[in-house]
Nanobody, 124 residues
Framework: QVQLVESGGGLVQAGGSLRVSCAAS????????MAWSRQAPGKEREFVAR????????YYADSVKGRFTISRDNAKNTVYLQMNSLKAEDTAVYYC?????????????????WGQGTQVTVSS
């Protein structure tokens, strides 16, 4: 079992930056690929980014490519999502997930554990 707790969400103006974090506990963090997803009001959950167990492989959805950066610190059992050049359409609850694999896949169903989420609101 892996427990995931997101933090760092908040209100930011369009064009601004925010970094959200996800602290993991329960199992060996470095055994899991990690991902971020988001869900905006009235919309389906969207896969945003993933990172392999070592941090050597990353993937981004086209909607965030070039603006968001996923990273991890295995010593701190934490994964991050740095969000720059934020837009109003980035407003959503952001969730981190853990996969029972080293590299993960680019789909929500590839992740077994999910946190409760943190709200990010971008004002235009």
């Amino acid at each position: 079992q892996v427990q995931l707790v997101e933090s760092g969400g908040g209100l930011v103006q369009a064009g601004g930056s925010l970094r959200v974090s996800c602290a993991a506990s329960g199992r060996t963090f470095s055994n899991y690929a990690m991902a971020w997803s988001r869900q905006a009001p009235g919309k389906e959950r969207e896969f945003v980014a993933r990172i392999s167990w070592s941090g050597g492989t990353t993937y981004y959805a086209d909607s965030v490519k070039g603006r968001f950066t996923i990273s991890r610190d295995n010593a701190k059992n934490t994964v991050y999502l740095q969000m720059n050049s934020l837009k109003a359409e980035d407003t959503a609850v952001y969730y981190c997930g853990a996969a029972r694999s080293l590299y993960g896949i680019n789909r929500l169903d590839g992740y077994v554990y999910w946190g409760q989420g943190t709200q990010v609101t971008v004002s235009s």
